[in-house]
């Protein structure tokens, strides 16, 4: 049997640069990360997703990589890497990096012998046409920013392939020697430790790409090639698949036996959960999540809210999306790519309720809970810097000077230092202290989700409640039963439950010291306030 550690995990989300810098030359560093590591063990935290830290040109926040088996000087060095990596295992605390093997840097070595000659042995490893293709403008990643998919290399006169910016040349994975150092790039950093991978763009690493307007071919038997390899070298590491694909298509991703990918984000029930919130009817969120209902044992869904994209609203209709827009963000400046929002999830909802509901919510559903650093502390955002960069700004650890993530005077980005969400105000050296504190809210609420392991591992069922603005669910593993329930409005609401739902006898709240008694004829009667959420355990 599988270790499947990853059903009851919950995964914090941290880029190196903007967490905390220990050498005070404005960018985050594994030191400062080290540093930190027991804050993020006392919130309860037991999983560490890191962000690129490989060397890189830094074009695209680390995403463009120069090379994989290295740290970039800015963040320390391998031995700084493994330091980290020896600290978080004494606190119990799995790390698992970003995979990124769809594309290199063009400064990556093995690019630059691919474009040095149309025979160099590299040339293969890229993918290229001799004519500009017919599609040479579609498909971008990042519409109204990207403008093609196909580059004229000045250097051989033909055209490279490549998803997102042209500095990002795809990588054909078609080619058993890329395969094979994809394979020596997770084996490398297996033997340092991590606990699996992030896999950055899945869909893009299984295409087969064609020049012309043909449809990609899908090779989704690699997936269940790098599960063999990875479970070869470490049995209970884990692939972590970024693939915003509908429904019907998951099962390719997971695989028919559950031979594929272990976890996936759910971008789909993400995007309704948004429209659900903006709009208060819970039906569409309901259908998404009937829609991605997993039967496969080991496979599981990974849920958040925000992450260190924008929020891709691209699988809503345009009329949902434009009630999602008008709702969270009404200027344009607050959009991107034509589909997506660029700010914080704090200022976007607002309330600290409608926060707390948000993130209950996520906590609940069936899945793997995946937190966003700063979303503890209901952090803001910087709508100033380009593009996503909005959501990047440095962690608020005290009301000092660069909110205590560093002395330098220039930072990697600047800290939020004005209004509500100014590091004055919110930061974890204030919310440590004060009992009703956000932070000290999610603290408890992971170890309320950490308490529940019915919502990684059990059968989960939608309990008709007769509104469309309460979402009840009922989660049952191993003789436990599991009763949440959300009220997306802003009207207190009473609900009333009967034992034929909730099963003899009484209901434990999990959040408050009380319980809640059947009465004479078999009902309980749930109160929930406005942006309410209760847990209850049946006894």
Known sequence: MEDLWYKNSVIYSLDLETFMDANNDGIGDFAGLCDRLDYLNAMGIDTVWLAPFQPTPNKDNGYDVQDYYGVDPRHGSSGDFVEFMHRAKQLGIKVIIDLVVNHTSD????????????????????V????????WNEGMVFPGVQRSTWTL???????????????????????????????RIMGYWLQLGVAGFRVDAVPFILESPAPGSKKSKMNYDYLRQMRRFLQWRKGDAVLLGEANVLPKETKHYFGENSDGIHLMFNFFVNQYLFYALATTDVRPLVKALQQTKLEASTSQWAHFLRNHDELDLGRLTEEERNQVFAKYAPDKNMQLYFRGIRRRLGPMLGSRQQNELAYSIMFSLPGTPVLRYGDELGMGDNMELEDRDSVRTPMQWSADHQAGFSKADKLVHPVIDDGYYSYMHINVESQRRDPDSMLNWMTAMIRLRRECPEIGNGDWEILDTGYHHILGM??????????????????????VVTSKVTGKGRLVDLMNNIESIEDDKGRHTITLEAYGYRWFRGG
Do not use: C, M
């Open 107 to 126: 400064k990556h070595p093995w690019f630059k012998e691919a474009r040095s000659s149309k025979d160099n042995p590299k040339r293969d490893w890229y």
């Open 128 to 135: 290229w046409s001799d004519k500009r293709p017919s599609d």
């Open 153 to 183: 290399d000045k250097e051989t006169g033909t055209y490279y392939f490549h998803r997102f910016h042209e500095y990002e040349p795809d990588l054909n994975t078609d080619n058993p020697a890329v395969r094979e150092e994809i394979s």
């Open 474 to 495: 009922r989660y049952h593993w191993r003789e436990r039963q599991l009763f949440i329930w959300h009220n997306f409005s802003d009207h207190p609401q009473e609900l």
